[in-house]
């Protein structure tokens, strides 16, 4: 390709000519997908599920997004929030797992947790979207996991909001580089059987889906203001 055309492409690929109102980033990739289910499925495979689920939703309702990570190959966590840039709302699309030592009692482990960091520019909005992504899941009859907030090494995420299962969690790569208000949802705990059920299956991730896309419509009205 010559040189030209490859600037031009990295050009359109950092810069892209339209703005979506919500950008939705598949968490990990093809060749590092994250966790492994209980059910044996890779975690990049369910985010990938549940963004496509979301999008489905929001086309529904007129909301317009940028899917990230579709294709499995987005392995720089920067290139995420670039590709982002001129977007209204950056939300991390992920499924949670636990420490090991806590896998020999993983029944114990089942929810939904919201990240926020404080070094992302716009924490105000951040934390106004996380809230409403929390009251829509509490009112669709999803639990906070809260075990995030444990004083232990690898956790000791202290609560923005307890009620509502938000934590501070600063040094989160694409929410501390997004350019907009960011929010990171691990939908449930997929290293448990029935959370993962409970999230993954047709009906569960419908209601995760509609949860989600509700509140974003409801975050980008907030935004707006
Ligand atoms: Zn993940």
């Known amino acids: 390709?010559?040189?030209?055309?490859l600037i031009l492409l990295l050009y359109l690929l950092t810069f892209p000519a339209t703005a979506a109102e919500v950008a939705l980033d598949i968490g990990h990739s093809r060749n590092n997908p994250g966790v492994v289910s209980a059910g044996g499925i890779p975690e990049w495979e369910l985010n990938r599920q549940l963004a496509l689920?979301?999008?489905?939703?929001?086309?529904?309702?007129?909301?317009s997004y940028r899917l990230i990570g579709a294709d499995g190959d987005m392995e720089v966590l920067t290139d995420r929030t670039a590709l982002a840039k001129k977007d209204t709302l950056f939300i991390s699309l992920h499924h949670d797992s636990v420490q090991p030592e806590w896998l020999a009692h993983v029944d114990r482990y089942s929810g939904y947790s919201l990240f926020v960091s404080r070094q992302n520019r716009k924490l105000h909005g951040s934390l106004?979207?996380?809230?409403?992504?929390?009251?829509?899941?509490?009112?669709?009859?999803?639990?906070?996991?809260?075990y995030h907030a444990t004083a232990v090494k690898g956790e000791n995420r202290p609560f923005a909001d307890q009620s509502r299962g938000i934590h501070y969690y600063d040094g989160l790569a694409v929410l501390r580089t997004a350019h907009q208000p960011a929010v990171l949802i691990e939908a449930g705990v997929a290293v448990n059987p029935q959370d993962e059920i409970s999230v993954t299956g047709t009906e569960g991730r419908g209601r995760v889906s509609e949860a989600i896309a509700q509140a974003i419509a409801g975050c980008l009205k907030t935004l707006r203001k």
């Open 128 to 146: 106004a979207c996380a809230k409403q992504i929390g009251d829509r899941l509490l009112a669709t009859s999803f639990h906070p996991s809260r």
């Open 1 to 5: 390709m010559p040189i030209n055309h």
């Open 53 to 63: 689920a979301v999008a489905a939703r929001l086309q529904r309702i007129g909301i």
